[in-house]
């Protein structure tokens, strides 16, 4: 039987201001205010909350039949919780259905899998603790920005216990396979690959509301019949997109919320059901590896990492970037450590890059990719010299690596000990059942051996029975 697993991404661009060579060691606020708000307000109207409700009602109408897979980056989190709480309440909404799935994805949105394994690994548990605190569920399945995956990123992924992840079904990976059958990383087995068909995801992401498109217009009917007419033997179909796609790529004039909704009767009316990524985890058997000797993306006709690094402007500030990260890994400067989140975001590269794609680029502030190159740099410039203000410059980086291997120490010693709590309370918690459950025990042989001691000791006479008796 097949499944369609179905995934929503939601992340929020934080926009920065226009900012000159002169503020340099002047001006630490780097954020456009204005445009932030004014940003999500309008995705939140158009797309956010009617998407949200959407899924909430197909979860509600299909009665467990239905069910949608998340994931939100932590900047998208701040500004929600910031600007438009109403979409954290309907999130919650739709996890007590029960339908929904979070995944966990690096907190910055950032590209840290690609530069500082460290890094990386830091915001990902950060991720991961926040959505466990805000959705009560700690998500088991890992999903980097933009889909990015290779066999290290897969490794290291397995390596902090995620049993799944979500990639790209590119055609220059897979070759002559499909990306309808539940995969493994070559490098560590133990992790789960789901491949995204891209065809069908752009299908509604990109095309959908096009009338010059040869399918137009698309019915959930016809959608779920190229579903149910591929072959038999395959698994699971994987259809992965921006939550922002409905309602804003796609209007929702165009009736894509009608679309959304028929899909669930449409899938049963041909055997066909929803899994979340962890269900299909579970339940699927994997059938080869995956082998990705270079980073692969969702994004452009490439699905590699040039969107972001393919020229020397993009690399020349993310190398900048990352030069202090392991500075910035010792602070425990609140401030600096947002502006790490904000700045390492991936839009800030995106905006860089020089490649005709075709596909008209929407750089914000920026006339051009030396344009918002030269401001990041800017800004950059002063962040670098805050990070530094807080350490030694001519510190060496055998200090650095001394200082954060204690600090790795500290860490793994204190998980350690956690979990050696995280046992004994456990242990706590059953001998106190059992000297409860022994408790009663106890009370209720001292109540049959009392109540049989009664039965057979006399109760003694009165003086009136005594005289009776002589």
């Known amino acids: 039987m097949k499944t369609i697993c179905l995934y929503f991404e939601i992340h929020q661009i934080i ?97 840290s899998s690609l530069a500082n394994e460290e890094c990386f690994r830091e915001e ?17 399945v890992f999903r980097n920005s933009s889909l990015i995956y290779d066999d290290e990123i897969g490794a290291i992924v397995a390596d902090m216990g995620f049993k799944g992840m979500l990639a790209e079904g590119a055609k220059h990976v897979l070759g002559w396979k ?66 922002s796609a409905i309602g804003m790529s796609q209007s929702l004039s165009s009736n894509i919320l009608e679309f959304l909704k028929a899909l669930p009767a449409c899938a049963k009316a041909r055997g066909i059901t929803f899994s979340t990524p962890s269900d299909a985890i579970m339940k699927l058997k994997s059938v080869d590896h995956i082998e990705v000797h270079y980073p692969m993306s969702w994004t452009d006709e490439e699905r590699d990492i040039s969107p972001w690094l393919g020229n020397i402007l993009q690399r020349e500030a ?10 910035v890994l010792l602070c425990n400067d609140k401030k600096i450590k947002q502006d790490w989140d904000y700045l390492q975001a991936s839009n800030n590269f995106r905006f860089m890059t020089t490649k005709n794609t075709g596909i008209a680029i929407d750089r914000g502030i920026y006339d051009s990719a030396y344009d918002a190159f030269t401001n990041y ?55 106190n059942e059992d000297c409860s459950n022994g408790c009663t025990e106890v009370k209720a042989e001292a109540a049959k051996s009392s109540s049989a001691k009664n ?16």
Request: charge should be negative.
């Open 124 to 140: 990902v548990e950060r991720m991961r603790t926040k959505i466990k605190e805000i959705f009560g569920k700690k998500p088991t």
């Open 377 to 431: 740099m800017n800004i950059l410039g002063d962040f670098i010299r805050r990070v530094n203000s807080l350490f030694p410059v001519d510190m060496e980086n055998e200090e650095l690596n001394s200082l954060l291997t204690t600090i790795r120490n500290q860490g793994e010693e204190l998980l350690a000990l956690n979990k050696e709590v995280e046992r004994l309370q456990e242990k706590l918690r059953k001998d």
């Open 15 to 111: 926009h920065l201001k226009r900012y000159r060579f002169f503020e340099i060691g002047r001006d630490h606020y780097y954020y456009d205010d204005y445009a932030n708000e004014q940003g999500i307000n309008e995705v939140v109207e158009k797309s956010y909350v009617p998407a949200l409700n959407a899924l909430i009602d197909m979860a509600k109408t299909n009665k467990g039949a239905f069910k949608v897979a998340l994931s939100i980056s932590g900047v998208a989190l701040e500004q929600l919780e910031i600007h438009a709480p109403q979409v954290i309440e309907l999130l919650h909404q739709l996890n007590d259905t029960g339908c929904c799935e979070f995944l966990c994805e690096p907190y910055s949105h950032g590209l």
């Open 178 to 243: 499909s990306p309808h059958y539940l995969y493994h990383c070559i490098a560590n087995p133990s992790l789960k690959v789901l491949l995204r068909d891209y065809k069908l995801s752009d299908d509604i992401s990109l095309r959908f509301s096009n009338s010059e498109w040869n399918e137009y217009p698309l019915f959930a009917d016809t959608y779920i019949g190229w579903v149910a007419d591929m072959p038999d033997q395959e698994q699971v179909i994987n259809i992965f997109m921006e939550l």
């Open 455 to 470: 039965a057979t000791v006399k109760k003694p006479k009165s003086k009136a029975e005594v005289k009776a008796d002589k």
């Open 318 to 327: 993310f190398s900048k970037l990352y030069s202090v990260s392991e500075r």
